[in-house]
Nanobody, 124 residues
Framework: QVQLVESGGGLVQAGGSLTLSCAQS????????MGWFRQAPGKEREFVAA????????YYADPAKGRFTISIDNAKNTVYLQMNTVIPEDTAVYYC?????????????????WGQGTQVTVSS
């Protein structure tokens, strides 16, 4: 079993910054991908960013490119999402997830474990 616990969400003004963390515990795997997704009210869960544990390759959805940075601390089993220049459209519940795949994937169904989510609210 894998546990994922997100933290760092909150209220931030447009143009500000926020860093989300996701701590993983439980079973360990040699190779996998960690991703961040978000879900706004009335909308489907959407991919934000992902990083591979081995090699550290990253991939971003278009809304995140140039503003968000995903990183991983393998020693702490923690993945981060640095969010800069946030806009009201970034308001959502943010989830981290683990896919037992070496290659980066962006689809919700490819991820095997999910955290409980953390709320991010951007005020205008």
């Amino acid at each position: 079993q894998v546990q994922l616990v997100e933290s760092g969400g909150g209220l931030v003004q447009a143009g500000g910054s926020l860093t989300l963390s996701c701590a993983q515990s439980g079973r360990t795997f040699v190779s996998y991908t960690m991703g961040w997704f978000r879900q706004a009210p009335g909308k489907e869960r959407e991919f934000v960013a992902a990083i591979s544990k081995i090699g550290g390759s990253t991939y971003y959805a278009d809304p995140a490119k140039g503003r968000f940075t995903i990183s991983i601390d393998n020693a702490k089993n923690t993945v981060y999402l640095q969010m800069n220049t946030v806009i009201p459209e970034d308001t959502a519940v943010y989830y981290c997830a683990v896919a037992l795949l070496a290659r980066i994937t962006t689809t919700v169904s490819s991820y095997d474990y999910w955290g409980q989510g953390t709320q991010v609210t951007v005020s205008s």
